[in-house]
C-alpha cells in the first residue's frame, strides 16, 4: 500500500469470527434480493423499516472502529461520516468489472471504501476474488475477519470476480466528507417514526413486519438443471437450525400453502409460541422472536443461538451418517482401525457429512419447489354445488357497466375448471346464457 497513487489499507483479523457469524446470522434471516441478480443485501434502514432495529446494534461499534482506521489513515483533518452501511451477499454468477466506488454522478460523494470479509474465500465460497487494476496489491483473497480500505475515486479501480460457488458475504460501508450525505442522520429520522407509529402497549408490536414477497431466490445451481425458484426463506430458516410448524399443516412439506398461512416456530421439541403471519413474517422474527425466551441482550443471543443451530444441525447429519456408514459396512470399527491418517479420514468424514447436509437442503427446496409448481398449476376450482345461486357480488363488464350478478349457470367457457366462485377477479364467461362470451372483473 506504499503507493501514494493507490492509497489502500489491508487490516488482516480486524473483525472477530463471532463478529461476523453475528452479522452473517442477521443477514441470513433479514436479507433482501439486491441491487442486482444474485446479490443480497441487508440495509440498517431495511432493518428499521421492517421493526427489527435492534439487529442494528452489533453494527454499531464495527462502525465507529472502521471509521477511526479510516480517518487515521488517510489523516483526515475533519470528522468523515458513515454514507452506507449494508451486508451484501453474492451467491453463483453474481461479479463485477472494473470500476471505481464513486462511479456515478450520484455516487460522487463517496470518498472512501472499506469491505470487510465475513467469510472465507475457498471454505464459503469459490471465484469472488478481489482485484486492483493498478498498485499493490493486486489481489486480494477473502478471508472472514480482514478488512480492505481504499479511496473511492478512480486510483483505486477494482473488480471481483465471478462466484462460481457458495455465498461471498461482506459488509461494505462507504464514506463521506459530506455531511448531507450522513446514514446516521437518515436512520435516526427513520427510527424516530418507527417509534412513533408503534405503540409499546399493543401486543405484537415488537415483531418485524411482514417481508417484501420479493425475497427470493432464483439458484442457478446445476441441481435441478434449470433456473428454479425456491423459497430462501425456507431455506434459510433450516439452515439457522430451525423448523417451521403450521397448525393447518401436520407436516410443513405437505402444503406449500404454508407461504400464504399462519406459521409457527419450532426448534428440536420446542414449540414457540407466537403465531406469524406467514412464513416470510416468521423469517424475521426468527432473531428477535427467539431471543426473547432466551436472554436479554441480543448480541449475545443472536451468537448463542447461531452456534446451538449449526451444532444441532450438524449433529443431526453426523448422527444419520455414521448410521448409515454403520449399516453400510459391519466391518466399519476395523477398517476405521486400519487408517493411519487420522486428518484424512476426517476430512473424508467432514466432505460426507457437508454433501449429506447439502443434499439433504436441496432435496427439501426441490420438494418445496415441486409443490409451488403444483399450487400454480392446480385450477382454484369449486365444485359448483359448494356456492349459492343468487349471489350478490357486482361485475363490471367490459362497457364499464356494473350489475349485480344474479348466478343462473356458470359456463366454464376457458374449459379450465375455473369458475367465477374461485377467487379469480377476472373471467370471461356467458354469464347471462345468451351464448355470449363476456369478459368480466368481480368488484366484490
Ligand atoms: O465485495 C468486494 O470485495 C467489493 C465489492 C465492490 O467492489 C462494490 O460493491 O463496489
Ligand atoms: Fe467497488
Keep these: 500500500m506504499e503507493d501514494a497513487k493507490h492509497l489502500r489499507l489491508i487490516l488482516r483479523d480486524f473483525l472477530t469470527l463471532n463478529e461476523c457469524k453475528e452479522l452473517e446470522f442477521i443477514h441470513k434471516s433479514s436479507s433482501t434480493v439486491g441491487y442486482r441478480p444474485n446479490v443480497f443485501s441487508t440495509t440498517l434502514s431495511h432493518l428499521i423499516a421492517t421493526n427489527c432495529p435492534h439487529f442494528i446494534i452489533p453494527f454499531v461499534p464495527i462502525r465507529e472502529r472502521l471509521k477511526e482506521k479510516v480517518e ?148 442457478p445451481e446445476p441441481v435441478s438443471n434449470q433456473q428454479s425458484g425456491f423459497n430462501i426463506c425456507c431455506a434459510r430458516i433450516h439452515l439457522l437450525g430451525f423448523d417451521i410448524y403450521s397448525s393447518q399443516e401436520k407436516s410443513f412439506f405437505s402444503d406449500i400453502m404454508i407461504l400464504m398461512e399462519p406459521v409457527k416456530l419450532a426448534r428440536a421439541d420446542e414449540l414457540f409460541e407466537h403465531e406469524f403471519a406467514n412464513i416470510l413474517h416468521l423469517l424475521q422474527g426468527l432473531g428477535s422472536q427467539v431471543s426473547s425466551f432466551l436472554a436479554k441482550r441480543i448480541d449475545k443471543t443472536v451468537k448463542i443461538l447461531l452456534r446451538m443451530a449449526e451444532l444441532d444441525m450438524r449433529k443431526e447429519i453426523i448422527g444419520m451418517e455414521l448410521n448409515k456408514i454403520h449399516s453400510e459396512h459391519q466391518t466399519m470399527d476395523v477398517q476405521f482401525s486400519e487408517q493411519k491418517d487420522l486428518k484424512g479420514m476426517f476430512e473424508v468424514f467432514e466432505r460426507r457429512v457437508t454433501k449429506r447436509l447439502e443434499e439433504l437442503l436441496y432435496q427439501r427446496w426441490q420438494k418445496l419447489d415441486k409443490l409451488l409448481e403444483e399450487q400454480i398449476e392446480r385450477p382454484k376450482s369449486l365444485p359448483k354445488n359448494s356456492w349459492s345461486n343468487g349471489s350478490d357480488r357486482v361485475l363490471l363488464n367490459q362497457k364499464g357497466e356494473t350489475r349485480d350478478f344474479d348466478v343462473k349457470e356458470e359456463i366454464d367457457l376457458l374449459d379450465d375448471s375455473t369458475f367465477l366462485h374461485g377467487d379469480r377477479e377476472k373471467e370471461e364467461v356467458d354469464i347471462f346464457g345468451d351464448g355470449e362470451a363476456e369478459k368480466v372483473d368481480i368488484i366484490n
Design 72 to 219: 487515521e489513515f488517510f489523516g483526515c483533518e475533519y470528522e468523515l461520516f458513515v454514507e452506507f452501511t449494508g451486508l451484501i451477499s453474492w451467491s453463483k454468477g453474481a461479479s463485477i468489472g472494473w470500476h471505481s466506488d464513486d462511479n456515478r454522478p450520484y455516487l460522487k460523494q463517496r470518498d472512501f471504501t472499506a469491505v470487510c470479509y465475513l467469510n472465507t474465500y475457498a471454505k464459503d465460497f469459490k471465484g469472488g476474488l478481489f482485484h486492483f487494476q493498478d498498485g499493490e496489491p493486486t489481489t486480494l483473497v477473502p478471508k472472514a475477519g480482514d478488512v480492505a480500505i481504499y479511496t473511492a475515486d478512480i486510483s483505486n479501480v477494482h473488480s471481483v470476480d465471478e462466484i462460481t460457488e457458495g455465498e461471498r458475504l461482506t459488509l461494505t460501508l462507504w464514506f463521506s466528507r459530506d455531511s448531507t450525505h450522513d446514514e446516521d442522520a437518515k436512520l435516526i429520522s427513520l427510527l424516530s417514526e418507527n417509534l412513533l407509529c408503534s405503540s409499546n402497549n399493543v401486543p405484537g408490536s415488537k415483531l418485524p413486519m411482514l417481508a417484501s414477497s420479493n425475497m427470493y431466490w432464483f439458484s
